[in-house]
């Protein structure tokens, strides 16, 4: 079975449409989780005294680096996930038409 014949099985065509929301649905997800923990670090050493004005200034610099940095790792999970449910769905949904055939032959 190729990658062909997954995007053909009867089923597929409303499902790929609804990918490209599925994937966005995953995104924000995925965003919202890493971000909610994801600065901990930086804003501990930004808020804690002791720290120098320079080192402080370089801490609130990386913050938006850190926010790009797990909005891409969520792109990447977010779009893997959704081609793996696809790829997923596309057997299932393959071995049903296979199993009708068995049954109607």
């Known amino acids: 079975m190729d990658a062909m014949e997954l995007l053909n099985a009867p ?3 409303p ?3 609804a990918a490209p929301l ?3 649905a995953l995104w ?3 965003v919202a989780l890493l ?3 994801g600065f901990n670090d930086l804003f501990e050493r930004f808020t804690r005294p002791g720290w ?3 080192q402080r200034l370089a801490t609130l610099l990386m913050v938006p680096l850190r926010g790009l940095m797990l909005a891409v790792a969520a792109a990447l999970g977010a779009g893997l996930t959704t081609l793996g449910l696809l790829i997923n769905i596309g057997v299932v949904l393959n071995l049903i038409r296979a199993g009708k055939v068995l049954l109607a032959g």
């Open 11 to 13: 089923g597929m065509a």
């Open 35 to 37: 971000w909610r923990d």
């Open 15 to 17: 499902l790929l449409k």
């Open 52 to 54: 120098t004005l320079a």
């Open 28 to 30: 924000v997800l995925l």
């Open 22 to 24: 599925l994937g966005l």
